[in-house]
C-alpha cells in the first residue's frame, strides 16, 4: 500500500513557526515532483511551493520568503517550513507527489490526507 502521510499542522500565533512534513510510505521506486497546496474554507485549492526531484524549488508569492520547501530523499519525506505565519495561511495543506510504484509502469499522483493549519490575530 502507497500512501503520503502527512503531520505537524496545529494552531499557531501570528508571528510563529511551523514545520509540515509528508512521508510516502510503502514499496516506491522512484518519486518524482512533490508539492504543497493548500485549502482555506470558500477558496480553490492552491499551489504553495514545489521541489523538483533535482531539488529546483518554486513558490507561491503570497509565502516567498517565508515557507521554505525541502526534501530528505534517503526517507522519502518533504517538508514545508514555514515561518512568520500570518492569518490569512490559514487552511488545509496537502502534499502531492508523483511516484512510481514499480519499474514497468509510469509514475502517478497521490495525495496527503491534509492536515489543518490555524494562525490566531
Known amino acids: 500500500q502507497v500512501q503520503l502521510v502527512e503531520s505537524g499542522g496545529g494552531l499557531v500565533q501570528a508571528g510563529g513557526s511551523l514545520r509540515l512534513s509528508c512521508a510516502a510510505s510503502?514499496?516506491?521506486?522512484?518519486?518524482?515532483?512533490t508539492g504543497w497546496y493548500r485549502q482555506a474554507p470558500g477558496k480553490e485549492r492552491e499551489l504553495v511551493a514545489l521541489?523538483?526531484?533535482?531539488?529546483?524549488?518554486d513558490y507561491a508569492d503570497s509565502v516567498k520568503g517565508r515557507f521554505t520547501i525541502s526534501r530528505d530523499n534517503a526517507k522519502n519525506t518533504v517538508y514545508l517550513e514555514m515561518n512568520s505565519l500570518k492569518p490569512e495561511d490559514t487552511a488545509v495543506y496537502y502534499c502531492n507527489a508523483r511516484l512510481q510504484v514499480v519499474w514497468y509502469s509510469p509514475g502517478t499522483d497521490y495525495w496527503g490526507q491534509g492536515t489543518q493549519v490555524t494562525v490566531s490575530s
Open positions: 510503502g514499496s516506491i521506486f522512484r518519486i518524482y515532483n
Open positions: 521541489i523538483t526531484s533535482g531539488g529546483e524549488t
